[in-house]
C-alpha cells in the first residue's frame, strides 16, 4: 500500500511538472520577462484585471478586508464594485511580498494553465486507469482552444478552468466509494469553481446532474445511495458556507443604486443575440476566422474561441468506433454532446447568421433554461459551456488513444505522447486562438509620479479611446492613485459630456479638422475648466503618442491656452497640466 501511495504521488508530481511545462510553453516567451507586461491583448479586458488585482490587494493590505466600494474610478461618483476575480487576487496576495503586480497577474496566468492540465490528467487517470493515456486529456483540456482565446482576452477569472475536472473526480469517486473525505472534497472543490469563476460553479451543478442522472441509468446497484446521498449533502453544507456569502455580496453590489457593474436582463438578452452568439461552424473551421467578428462589427479585439480540434474529435471517433465496451464512454458522450448544445446559446446560429425555419430563428435547449431558471437569466456568455465540452472530448480523447495503441500494438506511452503532441501542435498552429499570445508592456509613465503631487482627480486624454483600450488609464492609476472619470467596460462618462471643456475636447478627438476653429467659446471653455476644477480635478494628463499629430497640437495648444505650459519628462511623449485655482 505505500508503495502505491508512494507511486500514486511521484506520478502526481511529474504530471504537475508536466503541466506547468506546458503552460511555460503556451506562454512562452512571457517566462523571460514576468515584470515588464501582461499576458494578454491591450485592447482587451487585460487592464481591467491588472487594476483589480492591485485594488483588492491594497485594500487587503491598507484596510485589512476585501473593499467592495470605490471612489478611483467613476470620478466624480464612486461606487459599488464586486471585482469579477476576487478569488484569483485574494489567493495572489501573499504573492506581493516578493513580487510587483505584473509579475504576480504572469504567474496567475501561467498557474492557471497548467492547474487546468493536471485537473484534467487527474480526472483522466482515474476513468482511464493509465498515467500515460491521462497525458491526452490533460494536452485536449490544457491546451484548449477556448481558454487560449480567453487568455488572449486577458480574462483571468476564466482561466480557472483546472478545478472542473478536479470536481467531477471527487464525484466519481464518492458514486464509487461514499467516505466523509470525499464528500466534503466534492463540496470543497464546487465552491471553489464557484469562487473563480461563477459560470464553472454552474457548470458544476450541471455536471452533478448529469452524473447521476447517468449512475441511475446504466448502473444503480452499484452506488451505495443512502451514503452517498448523506456525504453529498455535507458537501453541500460546505459550499453553501464558502459561496452563499460570496454570491449575496456579488448580488448586493450589482444591485446597488451606484454599481459600477450591472447585468439586467435586457443588456444580458442583447448580448445573447448580438455579441455572444455561437456559431456552430467555429467548432470546426480551422484558421483565424470568428464569428461572430468582434473587430468588424463592433472594433472590438475580443475573440470568441469555440474550437474543438480535429485531432481531438478523430481520436473520440476512432474510440466510439473501435473500443469496447462503450459503455464505459457514455458518461462522456452525454458530456460533450449536452454542453456543445448548451454552448449554440438560445438560437442556432450558422455560418454567420441565424438559422431560420418559416421565417423564424431555430430555437435550441438553452432558450427554456434561459427564461426558467434565474442563474441562467444572468449568462450573457452560453460560449463558456464549451469548457465542460472539452473536457468530454479531451476524455474520449484518451479512450481513443488507447484503441489506437491496442490497433496499432504499440506502447500506451508511446502513442499517448505522439497524440498529445498532434494536439497541441494543431490548437497552437491551426486553431483560431493567436499563438504566442500577446503581452501588453507595462512600463508606466514616470511623470506620473514627478509631476503629480497634490491631490485631486487625474484626467487623461484621448477620452474617445476605445473603453477596454482606454483601461490602460486604470494601469496608470496604480502609480498615482488618484480618481479618475473611467469606469470598467464603460462607454463615455455622462459628465464629461456635460462639461463643455471636454466635450470641446472630445469633439477634436473625433472631428476630421486639422486645426482649431477660429472662432471658439472662450468663455464656456474657462468655465469648463472651473466645472472640472470644482469637481475635482487637478491634473489633465495628455499621452501624445496616442494622437494623430494634428490632433495633438489641436488638443495642446486649446490647453496651454487655458492652464499654461504643461510639465513634460524627457523621453516620454506625455504631457501634464495642472489645474491651479
Known amino acids: ?124 487517470r482515474h476513468v482511464l486507469r493509465d498515467d500515460w493515456l491521462a497525458a491526452v486529456p490533460a494536452v485536449v483540456y490544457g491546451t484548449g482552444a477556448h ?92 459550499f453553501s458556507v464558502l459561496v452563499v456569502p460570496v454570491l449575496l455580496r456579488l448580488s448586493a ?13 435586457d443588456f444580458v438578452w442583447a448580448s445573447l443575440l448580438n455579441h455572444n452568439m455561437t456559431d456552430l461552424v467555429s467548432f470546426f473551421r480551422p484558421g483565424a476566422h470568428y464569428s461572430p467578428d468582434l473587430k468588424a462589427l463592433y472594433g472590438e479585439d475580443l475573440l470568441i474561441v469555440t474550437y474543438l480540434g480535429w485531432v481531438a474529435i478523430a481520436l473520440a471517433g476512432f474510440a466510439l468506433a473501435r473500443h469496447r465496451p462503450r459503455r464505459e464512454m457514455s458518461l462522456w458522450i452525454w458530456l460533450t454532446a449536452i454542453f456543445l448544445v448548451f454552448s449554440l446559446g438560445p438560437y442556432l446560429h450558422v455560418a454567420g447568421e441565424y438559422l431560420t425555419l418559416s421565417g ?45 495503441a491496442q490497433r496499432l500494438r504499440q506502447p500506451a506511452p508511446r502513442v499517448a505522447l505522439g497524440a498529445s503532441a498532434l494536439v497541441m501542435a494543431e490548437i497552437l498552429l491551426l486553431s483560431p486562438a493567436p499563438w504566442p499570445l500577446p503581452r501588453c508592456e507595462a512600463d508606466i509613465p514616470e511623470v506620473y509620479t514627478q509631476a503629480i503631487h497634490e491631490p485631486g482627480a487625474v484626467l487623461d486624454l484621448p477620452i474617445t479611446l476605445p473603453n477596454l483600450e482606454r ?56 468655465m469648463g475648466g472651473r466645472m472640472l476644477r470644482a469637481e475635482g480635478y487637478r491634473y489633465i494628463v495628455v499621452h501624445e503618442s496616442l494622437y494623430p499629430d494634428h490632433k495633438r497640437k489641436m488638443v495642446t ?8 505650459e504643461p510639465v513634460r519628462l524627457e523621453g516620454e511623449a506625455v504631457a501634464v497640466y495642472e489645474l491651479v485655482p
Not at 35 to 47: A, K
Not at 253 to 265: E, F, G, L, Y
Request: aromatic share 12%.
Open 1 to 124: 500500500m505505500q508503495q502505491l501511495l508512494r507511486n500514486g504521488l511521484l506520478s502526481s508530481l511529474a504530471a504537475l511538472a508536466a503541466s506547468v511545462g506546458l503552460a511555460l510553453l503556451i506562454t512562452w516567451p512571457a517566462a523571460l520577462d514576468l515584470s515588464g507586461s501582461f499576458l494578454g491583448h491591450p485592447g482587451n479586458d487585460t487592464w481591467n484585471h491588472a487594476w483589480g488585482m492591485w485594488w483588492i490587494q491594497s485594500g487587503m493590505f491598507e484596510a485589512g478586508e476585501v473593499p467592495l466600494r470605490t471612489d478611483l474610478v467613476n470620478h466624480p461618483h464612486g461606487g459599488t464594485l464586486f471585482y469579477i476575480d476576487t478569488f484569483n487576487a485574494v489567493i495572489t496576495a501573499p504573492l506581493r511580498v516578493l513580487f510587483d503586480i505584473p509579475t504576480t497577474f504572469n504567474l496567475l496566468v501561467i498557474f492557471s494553465l497548467a492547474w487546468n492540465a493536471f485537473g484534467a490528467w487527474a480526472l483522466g
Open 147 to 238: 481558454i487560449l482565446g480567453q487568455a488572449y482576452n486577458g480574462i483571468t477569472e476564466s482561466l480557472n478552468t483546472g478545478w472542473l475536472p478536479l470536481y467531477v473526480l471527487a464525484l466519481l469517486m464518492t458514486l464509487e466509494r461514499p467516505r466523509p473525505l470525499r464528500g466534503l472534497a466534492m463540496g470543497l472543490t464546487l465552491a471553489i469553481c464557484a469562487l473563480t469563476n461563477f459560470y464553472y460553479g454552474l457548470f458544476g451543478i450541471l455536471v452533478s446532474v448529469l452524473v447521476v442522472l447517468h449512475r441511475i441509468i446504466t448502473a444503480p446497484r452499484l452506488v451505495r445511495w443512502g451514503p452517498f446521498i448523506g456525504w453529498t449533502v455535507a458537501g453541500a453544507a460546505l
Open 253 to 265: 453590489s450589482m444591485n446597488a443604486p451606484d454599481a459600477i457593474v450591472t447585468r439586467d436582463p
Open 360 to 404: 423564424r430563428r431555430v430555437p435550441l435547449p438553452f432558450l427554456p433554461f434561459f427564461k426558467a431558471f434565474p442563474l441562467f437569466s444572468r449568462i450573457s456568455h452560453p460560449f463558456r459551456f464549451v469548457v465542460p465540452a472539452t473536457l468530454g472530448l479531451g476524455v474520449l480523447a484518451g479512450f481513443g488513444a488507447r484503441a489506437l
Open 471 to 526: 483601461a490602460v488609464f486604470l494601469w496608470y492609476q496604480t502609480a498615482h492613485e488618484r480618481p479618475g472619470p473611467y469606469g470598467l467596460n464603460d462607454p463615455l462618462p455622462d459628465p464629461l459630456e456635460r462639461n463643455p471643456l471636454t466635450w470641446m475636447l472630445i469633439q477634436l478627438e473625433a472631428s476630421r479638422a486639422l486645426d482649431l476653429p477660429r472662432m471658439m467659446p472662450d468663455l464656456e471653455l474657462v
Open 557 to 564: 495648444t486649446l490647453l496651454d491656452t487655458l492652464f499654461g
